[in-house]
């Protein structure tokens, strides 16, 4: 549900680029009440579990679309609203900048309706509630599919609306609104049934994770080793192999566009805001769409085209670049809040 730059207005995106910005700052502050050298390297490793799962694209049956894991649920569940917003924002602005998935002036955007809704909306409203502070493993399935499947709702809410707020004519509301509800109700099932295996690991393996996180407290002294292992080991996995096996399908949203404009992508102005911002983003992305540019040696390889399973030395340079560079991006933002709060 990654939106290209030419489903917005500047307006618009300006406008969500501030609203984010705010939340960011928001969260910044709110996150050093409970961020403390336990969670920093648990928002690391989730950051880069969750950018190696959103490059599997799972086919959705009898649709002709695929969807991906949003990743936003699992964040709130395991680190709080607020440092769940702060490692999202470095999800999607590692893929922006250096993998072109999505666009620079949708950035705000995707940040927000990718952020914002499970993580505000959906986790304290329908999540905890059903959980409450002592899960057991019935609660987290039903509270995480639930809270999932609202919270990708309300975000392709957020993108239609975004979009006919931008002036798109070729995506009218009616009709925009009802190919991306379905399609995103589906792919929200499957985000609850990953987000319910990831939550349900760590109760298994360090319930006072959830219970801590729930309460708002921090971690403090308590041993994560096995939890951080696990997520690093399925991180690596899923990036550097399991990536292969991504669908070849259109995403939900590319997916709604071509069902009501008839095309896939629309393109955006030659000039202006969105040709500055996307000529920054073809120099700054150095594996585009998840593999080596035109040109590299690696990219001339044969690998059957449109065979699957896509078995691709840049798919998983992709994998292992993007997690480490979000590992990375999640730990320095910790680092950087812990250091004020400490000072504070």
Request: proline share 5%.
């Amino acid at each position: 549900m990654h939106m290209a730059d030419a489903l917005l207005s500047p307006a618009v995106g300006g406008i969500m680029w501030a609203t984010t910005a705010c939340t960011i700052a928001y969260c910044a502050r709110k996150v050093q009440q409970d961020l403390d050298d336990r969670k920093i390297p648990l928002m690391g490793v989730l950051g880069a579990f969750i950018f190696a799962a959103q490059m599997i694209n799972f086919t959705i049956p009898a649709t002709g679309s695929s969807g991906h894991l949003g990743g936003g649920m699992i964040l709130a569940i395991l680190l709080g609203p607020y440092a769940a917003f702060l490692t999202i924002a470095s999800v999607l602005t590692v893929q922006a900048l250096f993998f072109a998935d999505g666009g620079l002036l949708a950035l705000g955007c995707n940040i927000f309706n990718l952020g914002v809704f499970p993580c505000f909306i959906a986790y304290p409203l329908i999540y905890k509630p059903i959980a409450g502070r002592s899960p057991t493993p019935l609660r987290i399935s039903i509270g995480a599919t639930l809270a999932a499947i609202i919270g990708l709702q309300l975000g392709a809410l957020g993108v239609v609306f975004e979009t006919v707020a931008s002036g798109i004519s070729e995506l009218p509301l009616n009709a925009f609104l009802s190919v991306m509800l379905p399609i995103h109700l589906a792919i929200g099932l499957v985000e609850g049934m990953v987000t319910t295996a990831v939550v349900t690991f760590v109760w298994k393996a360090r319930p006072e994770i959830l219970e801590l996180t729930a309460a708002a407290r921090p971690l403090g002294k308590l041993s994560i080793a096995r939890v951080l292992t696990g997520l690093g080991i399925a991180a690596v996995i899923t990036g550097g192999g399991l990536s292969w096996f991504a669908s070849s399908s259109p995403d939900g949203l590319e997916w709604a566009m071509f069902k009501v404009s008839g095309s896939e992508e629309l393109h955006a102005p030659e000039q202006g805001i969105h040709h500055a911002l996307g000529t920054i983003q073809e120099k700054t992305s150095f594996l585009p769409d998840y593999g080596f540019k035109a040109g590299d040696s690696e990219a001339s390889e044969a690998h059957g085209g449109e065979s699957w399973p896509s078995v691709n030395s840049g798919t998983s340079a992709s994998g292992l670049v993007g997690g480490g560079l979000t590992l990375a991006l999640a730990v320095v933002l910790g680092l950087m809040f812990r250091r004020r709060s400490q000072s504070a």
